[in-house]
């Protein structure tokens, strides 16, 4: 029985990618007053590697049941590199843009073109999902944290 469908590969790339970050968030310069301190700047970066790798595990533990319970033949692979590919597309076409037009417009339009391209066309949904959350996200950060986006 061959295990090693798309989902494991992905899980086990995001488990990768997972520790060397984790190791990476070591190497973080702490200010001399800060280094017996609760929060420190490695703090979020632990927590992004702690919760992605029990998300990655959690998606490796599924995938390979998946195809422990579908018995010898092919488990359930589906691979749906096109759509992979337009949406990295979008995101560097995103990359791009957002220094150039800005957070909200950007983030918008990008939310937007990845939901029209993943297949909802019923722009009710489209346009809310699209603008509240760069919108909300921006108020947050520029009226919440002081901290001002291009």
Known sequence: ???WNGETYVALLCLAFCAFYGMSAGSIDLFSAAQHEVM?????????????????LSILYSALR???ASGPGRAHEV??????????????VY????????????TAGFLAAGI????ERRWRYVVPAAVLPPLIFWLLLELGLDISLP
């Open 1 to 3: 029985m061959n295990a």
């Open 40 to 56: 420190t700047s490695r703090t979020f970066p632990y927590i992004l590697t702690a919760v992605g790798a029990a998300c990655s």
């Open 66 to 68: 998946e195809q422990a």
């Open 79 to 92: 691979r749906h590199w096109r759509a992979c590919a337009g949406l990295v597309g979008l995101a560097l």
């Open 95 to 106: 990359a791009f843009l957002l220094t150039r037009i800005g957070f909200i417009v950007s």
């Open 116 to 119: 029209v391209y993943l297949g």
